[in-house]
């Protein structure tokens, strides 16, 4: 069982840019005058842009061919898809051609656990597949919440962002950051489509969270690397935080995850103080 198939997501994915976009978006000519019966772009003024036949694309979108990669390249130059959209198309293809492999569970080696334990002002996590929470730091704790007190099958970002009410709550903006994680899990779905724990992840979720089930069905990706997000903690009040991911190059499905403030700073100045607290303190 995998989260997508690889034909039907396709489609599905492609239907989904195609409804947000109108004519003269892409640069064809509205139709004065004639009422459009589908919301978006019309199949054919999408395989008008990408050079191909209406019944080609239209097969394409339904799942029953699978498109070379020439022009599945067309198509997304088409659509106007952005280069994690392109990449989430392409990874589609490339891994349902490959067979299911068996995978190792991911550990951290005792290095990266130094590196994050030695950053004392530095909340830092290291996050593997399906953005599973495999390790932290004690401000890290601190700051976000208490992950020794988790069950380890909870130790999960999208999983924390959508059921913890006090991780909800770190967030004035908490749509913003959810449906990002939404996008970004969705991208990790089109690499590892036989991934059965994310199958199940993403079951329990549309299942819990209405927010999650409706973003999810958007078939949004995204893959950010760097941002600045804004925080309410409720010991020390607002903190603006610098995020960046580096990815290790012995594993490239860890990502460590840290956020920094400047110097001389109110958010520097908070953090020096939650760097006093132990995370049951928060």
């Known amino acids: 069982m995998s989260v997508i198939g690889a034909g039907d997501e396709l489609g599905r994915f492609l239907r989904a840019r195609r409804a947000e976009l109108s004519p003269t978006d892409v640069g064809l000519p509205e139709s004065l005058g004639v009422r459009r019966r589908v919301q978006g772009l019309r199949r054919e003024e999408v395989a008008q842009l990408a050079g191909i036949s209406t019944d080609y694309y239209s097969r394409i979108e339904q799942g029953r061919r699978t498109p070379p990669w020439g022009t599945l390249d067309a198509i997304s130059r088409g659509l106007r898809i952005d280069e994690a959209g392109r990449n989430y198309v392409f990874a589609l293809i490339s891994a349902d051609a490959a067979p299911p492999r068996q995978r190792r569970a991911q550990r951290v080696p005792a290095h990266l656990q130094r590196v994050l334990d030695d950053l004392h002002l530095v909340p830092a996590v290291i996050l593997g ?12 704790a601190v700051v976000i919440t208490d992950f020794d007190a988790l069950p380890s099958r909870r130790r999960n970002w999208v999983h924390l962002t959508f059921t913890s009410s006090a991780v909800r709550a770190l967030y004035p903006d908490w749509p913003t950051v959810a449906r990002q994680c939404v996008a970004q899990l969705h991208l990790e779905a089109g690499r590892n489509p036989h991934d059965r724990q994310l199958t199940e992840l993403v079951g329990e979720l549309s299942v819990l969270d209405p927010d999650f089930r409706r973003w999810w069905s958007d078939h949004h990706v995204a893959l950010r690397t760097r941002g600045t997000k804004r925080l309410l903690h409720p010991a020390v009040g607002e903190l603006i ?13 860890l990502q460590l995850i840290s956020w920094t403030a400047e110097s001389g700073t109110p958010t520097y100045d908070r953090l020096n103080q939650l760097a006093a607290h132990r995370p049951d303190e928060r």
Do not use: C, H
């Open 129 to 140: 597949r399906r953005m599973d929470i495999l390790a932290w730091n004690r401000l890290a």
């Open 241 to 253: 935080l610098d995020w960046d991911t580096v990815i290790w190059s012995g594993d490239p499905e």
